[in-house]
């Protein structure tokens, strides 16, 4: 999982489909300070966080790829606004299949005196990717948090 801090300008972005939760975004292009261009593609936003995507919108994107998506968790504009949303979505999601798989591993050494395959791999990689997971969530918080390049004006989470 990686996290990525883009510094420059917003030049388009291609809004997919999207709702009160999230919106998909097809593709956000960016003109980085140095000048070179980044393309971040497939690109699900908070609400919060989408709200800077327009045009010419100056400041500091927080992007994050996991396993299979990619995410923009927080902003930092130049005229002040700020925003961090970080979904947790698919960290609760690996809690519950790490407890459930656990859960049916104590049940099948309980009641058949074996381990299983399936309860074994739910615990395991349930437990890998939620902590996975929730170490990115932290780290990204502790990023956003300790950066003062840009104006905090505002706290959301």
């Known amino acids: ?22 919106a998909l ?4 292009v960016f003109r980085q300070s140095d000048g070179s ?36 968790v927080a902003m930092r504009t130049k005229d002040g606004r700020a ?8 960290e609760k999601i690996m809690m519950i299949a790490a407890l459930g798989g656990l859960l049916w591993l104590v049940m099948v050494l309980l009641t058949r005196d074996a381990i299983t395959f399936l309860g074994l791999a739910m615990a395991l990689f349930g437990g890998f990717a ?4 929730r170490k990115m969530r932290i ?4 990023r956003y948090d300790a950066d003062s390049g840009y104006p905090q004006t505002d706290r959301t989470s």
């Open 83 to 90: 925003a961090f949303v970080m979904p947790s979505g698919n």
């Open 25 to 28: 975004y097809d593709n956000i």
């Open 130 to 133: 939620w902590w996975s997971y």
């Open 1 to 22: 999982m990686q996290t990525e801090v883009i510094h420059g300008t917003v030049e388009s972005a291609s809004v997919k489909r999207s709702n009160e939760k999230i």
């Open 37 to 72: 261009e980044r393309r971040v593609e497939t690109v699900a936003v908070a609400p919060a966080v989408a709200a800077a995507l327009q045009p010419g919108t100056q400041g500091r994107f927080y992007a994050y790829k996991a396993l299979d998506h990619r995410g923009l």
């Open 139 to 142: 780290e990204n918080r502790a």
